[in-house]
């Protein structure tokens, strides 16, 4: 049934590894999908042996809108980023069209984007505002580990203040409500790991969990959910590990990034969850030191990313 979903995938930054990881998924991948690829051909001829495929299960759509003559890979350009959102302007008209049924996104500068003055501090942000949802969720997960975050591209010293009882409510339900229609886990098993060390040991370091987030569980336990916490954060993690937890709410970004890229970074994907369609991307960034050196390109997180977006909508589609 894969072989039937039409999967979209943008090439994120030119500058970047997109262009290499894309060309490298879609080989590996041939006949999983079909295939709707958008960036730019001169790009693309960049990053490898790339020729307009004649296969009926790949596309490809070139906006031609990056310099070829003074393109070059690993540069931090207005340029660049403009074209990265280009490619997924393009994927949202094709998806309000149901010409694809998913979409898969390769890496994007934050830098690059808001040099060409876009006020958007990643994918997330921009693909909630055009789909004129309010509340979406960013799950990372690989192949032994699930966190949703409740804070996601956040300075650290703001990431207290941004801790509320609406906001971890909010999280927690979209969460569970994707975990039993994207994951068909029946009764989710949710822990929330605290902010502070040892959770704040009662109090003792920090306030948040005892005035915040002890009480906002409280509330949202009378729905009938599985919740445990808050605990610890290493403890919430190794229990999970174990498979005590089908999924962790993170309070920040690098409360999750780090056990997953520990456990397994080549299996790590991003899901972006309250969204209209499914949308997900691998566990990295551009990775510009080596984009001039395609061959080094490892295609393995965004590979499981177009895995995971075809499972999820036939997930989807059952539920």
């Known amino acids: ?69 003074t393109f070059k890979f690993g540069k931090i350009k207005a340029e660049y980023g403009r074209a990265s959102v280009e490619y997924l302007d393009k994927a949202i008209g094709l998806l309000k069209r149901k010409e694809i049924d998913c979409l898969v996104t390769c890496p994007i500068s934050k830098e690059a984007i808001k040099a060409a003055g876009y006020n958007y501090t990643g994918h997330t942000e921009y693909l909630e505002k055009k789909a004129s949802v309010k509340n979406t969720v960013m799950m990372l997960i690989n192949s032994e580990l699930k966190f949703s975050l409740l804070t996601r591209h956040l300075q650290l010293r703001k990431v207290p203040a941004n801790i509320t009882q609406e906001r971890l409510r909010s999280t927690i339900l979209i969460t569970k409500l994707s975990l039993k229609k994207l994951f068909g886990i029946k009764r989710p098993r949710i822990v929330i790991c605290g902010l502070n060390p ?112 075809v499972k999820c909508t036939l997930s989807q589609r059952k539920n």
Do not use: W
């Open 198 to 309: 040892h959770a704040s040991d009662n109090g003792a370091i920090g306030k948040e969990e005892r005035e915040i987030i002890i009480p906002a569980l409280k509330k949202i336990r009378q729905k009938g959910l599985f919740l445990d916490g808050p605990l610890s954060a290493d403890v919430a993690i190794a229990r999970m590990k174990k498979k005590r937890y089908d999924c962790a709410i993170a309070m920040y970004h690098d409360q999750a990034l780090i056990p997953l890229k520990l456990t397994g970074a080549e299996s790590g994907v991003n899901i972006t969850l309250g969204l209209p369609f499914i949308r997900t991307s691998p566990l990295h960034g551009t990775a510009f030191d080596i984009a001039a050196r395609p061959h080094l390109a490892n295609p393995s997180s965004l590979i499981e990313a177009i895995k995971a977006a």
């Open 1 to 69: 049934m894969s072989s039937k979903i039409k999967v979209g995938l943008t090439i994120g930054d030119p500058a970047g590894i997109g262009p290499a990881i894309a060309l490298k998924a879609i080989k590996r991948l041939a006949g999983f999908a079909e295939f709707t690829l958008i960036g730019d051909a001169g790009v693309m001829k960049s990053a490898g042996a790339f020729r307009s495929s004649g296969k009926r299960d790949i596309k490809f759509i070139d906006l031609k809108n990056v310099d070829r003559k």
